[in-house]
T-cell receptor, first 113, second 112 residues
Framework: GAGVSQSPRYKVAKRGQDVALRCDPI?????LFWYQQALGQGPEFLTY????????KSGLPSDRFFAERPEGSVSTLKIQRTQQEDSAVYLC???????????FGSGTRLTVV | EDQVTQSPEALRLQEGESSSLNCSYTVSGLRGLFWYRQDPGKGPEFLFTLYSAGEEKEKERLKATLTKKESFLHITAPKPEDSATYLCAVPKGNSSASKIIFGSGTRLSIRP
């Protein structure tokens, strides 16, 4: 596709509910990243894939967060038993070559009530 | 610990009033420094990559420069459409596609 596509754009979840956020990267981009952005802050790294391999998950805040990219293209970020502190914008980015920067999607705004 | 700090947090300028945004970094073995622009409700949009002290890159009214400790984003004669949050970031790690760590950004507002 022409850009990185994320869905849904907005998600309201009740506390304790499980959510799944989807990312469709640019075709051919080997690397895929998930970031969390709180209001007024810069994006914070969550996890990174190279093809289907999850090479770094050091930024995942707890074991309630899980990400996968089973076929090396589409990725899903899953949050189990959501808490209010999970409310944020979740950004996905893909890259072929980091020298030319990452291409970000528009994000999913998650609100936990 | 690797860190990226941006200042000021917010900057309001009159249209045509030039200024600079600052990004200071503490990173061992800097491999590059990125500038991104982020509009409300959108993801960050890549602007520049700088690799070594003394390097400069330009795009329209924006010019990015790099020293050994900081980077500046100079904006010359800005227009209202330049209003956005500007983010600075550095790659962390040694692999060819490392994660990047961001500063908290400078919110730039240009009044007509």
């Amino acid at each position: 596709g022409a850009g990185v596509s994320q869905s849904p754009r907005y998600k309201v979840a009740k506390r304790g509910q499980d959510v799944a956020l989807r990312c469709d990267p640019i075709s051919g981009h080997v690397s895929l990243f998930w970031y969390q952005q709180a209001l007024g802050q810069g994006p914070e790294f969550l996890t990174y894939f190279q093809n289907e391999a999850q090479l770094d998950k050091s930024g995942l805040p707890s074991d309630r967060f899980f990400a996968e990219r089973p076929e090396g293209s589409v990725s899903t970020l899953k949050i189990q038993r959501t808490q209010q502190e999970d409310s944020a914008v979740y950004l996905c980015a893909s890259s072929y070559d980091w020298h030319n920067g990452y291409t970000f999607g528009s994000g999913t705004r998650l609100t936990v009530v | 610990e690797d860190q990226v700090t941006q200042s000021p947090e917010a900057l309001r300028l009159q249209e045509g009033e030039s200024s600079s945004l600052n990004c200071s970094y503490t990173v061992s073995g800097l491999r590059g420094l990125f500038w991104y622009r982020q509009d409300p409700g959108k993801g960050p949009e890549f602007l520049f990559t700088l690799y070594s002290a003394g390097e400069e890159k330009e795009k329209e009214r924006l010019k990015a420069t790099l020293t050994k400790k900081e980077s500046f984003l100079h904006i010359t004669a800005p227009k209202p459409e330049d209003s956005a949050t500007y983010l600075c970031a550095v790659p962390k790690g040694n692999s060819s596609a490392s994660k990047i760590i961001f500063g908290s950004g400078t919110r730039l507002s240009i009044r007509p």
